[in-house]
């Protein structure tokens, strides 16, 4: 019987997790260093500790029924220890070992009968001549782990700009990807149960600015083929991985075919729509997995655009939400960050659609977005933030 669910991490994807697992009726622990982080705001309880003590990860089994996570970037070992103790952990140390590797993660999804683009591992002056003929310029480097956010990339199109990167890494694994003239970017947010039920949402089309991303259309601007297809190699990917609970496949749209991009163990940013888009939400698909729950069927039942809110370093106090709130068609979600230096993920606002996603819908989600501004308040208790 599951009462209590850990969650290491503790932000904004850990908080809408929780807010979902409170309206159930469960009791959420989540860990993370920084106090009354955002999924910490909304849950029972805060254990303030990094995500590599052991001791404080290890409290946090003996203290839940279940535990899961919300970023990949954690010490593998902390969630081994937590499985050998014999606590319960979703997705397992597995799943987390192969995604949090992006060299292991396309191997994977290679072996699994996923397409990939090329790839190669590079640590050396020669890995990157050998890769280079082999798999051609332009080319993304990437750190093998730990980037996030476009973080730990260089974009490169000749092998002195791949020499130059190699010695940026000072040293890091770095993955050797062809750069992939892509249409469009697609996502794909799956669950899995552990009796090995499987749901997947329509795929939603993706904007990223600088490596973020920024906009997210749902239903993505596909044929129904392409459609089908990615979630085909989702659901796949998800009995391959044999994961429990939310996770979300990237793809790269590119001459009408789909390479994969990215796994993301966990629920994930540009599913923040089914929150409000759908009858059962990437979080509560969370829960429903990993507490051993069904699943609910992943229905669409508006169209929608989502709108992330960055953090601009111009101050920490959201303005022109009156004005953005006289549109009842937006629903607006800010997750409660102190500080909103620039480029920050401090919230997204939903766009529900009546008809489909058009060019002038997505225009009007910008001019939306372009209300909103940080300002310094003198005035620090009219935060919006807290
Ligand atoms: N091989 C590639 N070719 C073209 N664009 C890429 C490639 N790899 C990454 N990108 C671009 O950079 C973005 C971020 O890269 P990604 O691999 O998803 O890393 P992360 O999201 O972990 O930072 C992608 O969404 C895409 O826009
Ligand atoms: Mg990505």
């Known amino acids: 019987m599951i009462r209590t669910i850990g969650v290491i991490g503790g932000g904004q994807l850990g908080r809408m997790f929780a807010l979902d697992a409170k309206r159930m009726g469960y009791d959420v622990i989540a860990l993370d260093p920084q106090p009354r982080s955002p999924c910490g705001q909304v849950a029972d309880e805060q254990i303030v500790a990094q995500y590599d003590d052991f001791d404080a990860i290890e409290r946090l089994g003996?203290?839940?029924?279940?535990?899961?996570?919300?970023?990949?970037?954690?010490?593998?070992?902390?969630?081994?220890r937590l499985e050998e103790r014999g606590y319960s952990v979703s997705p397992s140390s597995l799943v987390l070992q192969i995604t949090?590797?992006?060299?292991?993660?396309?191997?994977?999804?290679?072996?699994?009968?996923?397409?990939v683009a090329d790839f190669a591992e590079v640590s050396s002056v020669g890995d990157v001549r050998a890769?280079?003929?082999r798999i051609g310029y332009p080319a993304v480097l990437k750190t093998v782990s730990g980037g996030y956010d476009g973080k730990g990339q260089w974009r490169v199109s000749d092998e002195r700009g791949a020499l130059a990167a190699l010695e940026e890494a000072g040293g890091a694994r770095l993955i050797f990807e062809r750069f992939v003239p892509f249409e469009r970017e697609i996502s794909v947010i799956c669950a899995r149960s552990a009796k090995g039920e499987?749901?997947?949402?329509?795929?939603?089309?993706?904007?990223?600015?600088?490596?973020?991303?920024?906009?997210?259309?749902?239903?993505?601007?596909?044929?129904?083929?392409?459609?089908?297809?990615?979630?085909?190699?989702t659901e796949r990917l998800a009995a391959a991985l044999e994961i429990v609970g939310s996770f979300c496949v990237e793809f790269f749209v590119t001459g009408g075919n789909l390479l994969v991009n990215?796994?993301?163990?966990?629920?994930?940013?540009?599913?923040?729509?089914?929150i409000d888009?759908?009858?059962?939400?990437?979080?509560?698909?969370?829960?429903?997995?990993?507490?051993?729950?069904?699943?609910?069927p992943p229905e669409l039942m508006r169209n929608a655009i989502m709108v992330n809110i960055l953090g601009t370093g111009t101050g920490n106090t959201l303005e022109g939400i009156d004005q953005l709130l006289k549109d009842p068609s937006?629903?607006?979600h800010v997750?409660?960050?102190?500080?909103?230096?620039?480029?920050?993920?401090?919230?997204?606002?939903?766009?529900?659609?009546?008809?489909?996603?058009?060019?002038?819908?997505?225009?009007?989600?910008?001019?939306?977005?372009?209300?909103?501004r940080w300002t310094d308040s003198a005035d620090e208790t009219a935060q919006v933030t807290v």
């Open 62 to 80: 003996a203290h839940t029924d279940v535990v899961t996570y919300e970023f990949e970037n954690i010490a593998i070992e902390s969630i081994r």
């Open 100 to 115: 949090q590797d992006r060299i292991a993660e396309k191997t994977f999804a290679r072996d699994s009968g996923a397409p």
């Open 131 to 133: 890769a280079g003929e």
């Open 198 to 233: 499987i749901v997947s949402y329509p795929p939603a089309e993706n904007e990223h600015d600088a490596g973020i991303l920024s906009l997210s259309l749902v239903p993505a601007r596909v044929s129904p083929e392409i459609a089908g297809n990615a979630r085909e190699i």
């Open 262 to 274: 990215e796994i993301a163990p966990r629920p994930h940013n540009s599913g923040h729509y089914t």
């Open 277 to 296: 888009a759908t009858r059962c939400s990437q979080y509560e698909q969370h829960v429903r997995a990993i507490c051993g729950l069904p699943l609910s």
């Open 330 to 332: 937006i629903v607006l």
């Open 335 to 372: 997750y409660g960050k102190r500080h909103a230096p620039n480029r920050r993920k401090m919230g997204h606002f939903t766009m529900l659609l009546d008809g489909p996603v058009t060019d002038r819908e997505i225009a009007r989600a910008r001019e939306a977005r372009a209300l909103l």
